[in-house]
């Protein structure tokens, strides 16, 4: 599974210079230049070129560079990649993803450009979205597709237009979709990026879909506006509570390994591997090595 957190993913319209240059200055974990949804079809030239200049004179910090293609299906893939491949991005974000043909069609792209060009087997990532009936029954074979497949992304929006269901706030309508997502994620060792809040006006609703998407095992969310950055990092940032407690826990375990204990008791409870799995996952979320823990011990 990839160590890079993606807490926060900000979709950028990417034949817009001026929000692209806004986005780099947010400190968010990942900066997507959308060519898809975000750009009308008689622009799609226009973002191809104003992507890959963005790519190759902006300094994107610490935030990764991802592009949003077109999808298979609408035939412009191809000429998406090869129009901002010299940018050289992170990775290549994959939308109605529906089988792991197309990963590996994909997949081979990117190989060929990275020989090509002398760069790193395997440095440009692929995250892919599922976002349509057929996507979430194939999800198994998505997530395991390839080896670049980082991620895969839930597209809740265009699922419920997909299923002709009706769209409400509390999102139950596709919550076994939803809860699939991660599931698939998990026993691939990829990460799960949370739906979309297209309400972004509305902050405190951003908070409490975040906060429950990091409950149900994701590693971050889709966001569309600045002003979801700190709210939804935050939401899939343990707090200081959680991280102290977790390290106890993680500590605690290494001391009863070494004296051949496999469980043992804590403050009246106990600890064994599904105890300290979780707090593991909550140091790992946290950005903490376990290295760390150990060394402290």
């Not at 929000?19 to 400190?27: G, N, P, S, W």
């Not at 596709?174 to 979309?196: E, G, H, K, P």
């Not at 297209?198 to 889709?222: C, L, N, P, S, Y």
């Amino acid at each position: 599974m990839t160590t890079r957190r993606r807490r926060a993913l900000l979709y950028v319209p990417g034949d817009d210079r001026h929000k692209i240059e806004k986005a780099v200055t947010l400190k968010v974990d990942s900066i997507c230049l959308d060519l898809e949804d975000g750009v009308a079809a008689n622009q799609k030239e226009v973002a191809r070129s104003v992507i890959l200049k963005a790519l190759m004179e902006l300094d994107f910090n610490d935030s990764e560079k991802l592009v949003r293609i077109n999808p298979y299906q609408s035939e412009m893939m191809e000429a998406d990649l090869l129009s901002i491949i010299q940018g050289k991005p992170d990775g290549i974000i994959l939308p109605k993803v529906e089988n792991a043909e197309v990963i590996t069609l994909l997949s081979g792209e990117l190989a060929s450009q990275e020989k090509k060009n002398r760069w790193e087997r395997g440095s440009i990532r692929i995250i892919a979205i599922c976002e349509s009936a057929t996507g979430i029954l194939n999800l198994r074979e998505i997530c395991q597709a390839d080896p670049r497949v980082d991620a895969v992304i839930f597209g809740g929006e265009d699922l419920a237009a997909d299923l002709g269901a009706k769209r409400t706030r509390d999102a139950k309508e596709i919550f076994i979709a939803r809860s699939l997502v991660v599931l698939n994620a998990a026993a691939a060792r990829i990460q799960a990026i949370d739906l979309v809040c297209t309400d972004f006006h509305d902050i405190e609703f951003v908070r409490t879909e975040a906060e429950e998407g990091a409950r149900m095992g994701f590693g971050g969310k889709q966001i569309i506006h600045p002003s979801q950055v700190e709210v939804v990092q935050n939401a899939f940032t343990p707090s200081m509570d959680e991280v102290n407690a977790a390290m106890e826990v993680v500590r605690a375990f290494q001391k009863n390994a070494g004296l051949g204990k496999g469980a043992f008791g804590m403050d009246g409870k106990m600890v064994d591997m599904p105890v300290v799995r979780r707090a593991q996952n909550v140091l790992q979320r946290a950005g903490v090595s376990l290295d760390f823990v150990e060394e402290k011990d």
